[in-house]
């Protein structure tokens, strides 16, 4: 199993920055992929921004130019910079990572961090 902490979180006024943090630790695995998912009140959980171990990324059309995902494969750390922040990105982000073990593939998550962008 790996273990997910966050950081990061907070509060900012439309057209600000955070960035997010999420360090992995635990269990020797195979990492293939790491990720930021966010779940608005009265949405569903969506995919914000993903990172393949290649370096591929994917984005939600919704944050493409703003947001920016990247690793430090050395910490085991993803982060989401996210700049010219809007009131719809309010929701809570939890780290995801997607990896092998063995033979079999598993998904874990962090805990989630609130983010509040105010208008």
């Known amino acids: 199993q790996v273990q997910l902490v966050e950081s990061g979180g907070g509060l900012v006024q439309a057209g600000g920055s955070l960035r997010l943090s999420c360090a992995a630790s635990g269990s020797s695995c195979s990492i293939n992929a790491m990720g930021w998912y966010r779940k608005a009140p009265g949405k569903q959980r969506e995919l914000a921004a993903r990172?393949?171990?290649?370096?591929?990324?994917n984005y939600a059309d919704s944050v493409k130019g703003r947001f920016t995902i990247s690793t430090d494969n050395a910490k085991n750390t993803v982060y989401l910079q996210m700049n010219s922040l809007k009131p719809e990105d309010t929701a809570v982000y939890y780290c995801?990572?997607?990896?092998?073990?063995?033979?079999?593939?598993?998904?874990?998550w962090g805990q989630g961090t609130q983010v509040t962008v105010s208008s």
């Open positions: 995801n990572v997607n990896y092998r073990s063995g033979f079999k593939i598993y998904d874990d």
């Open positions: 990172i393949f171990s290649g370096g591929t990324t």
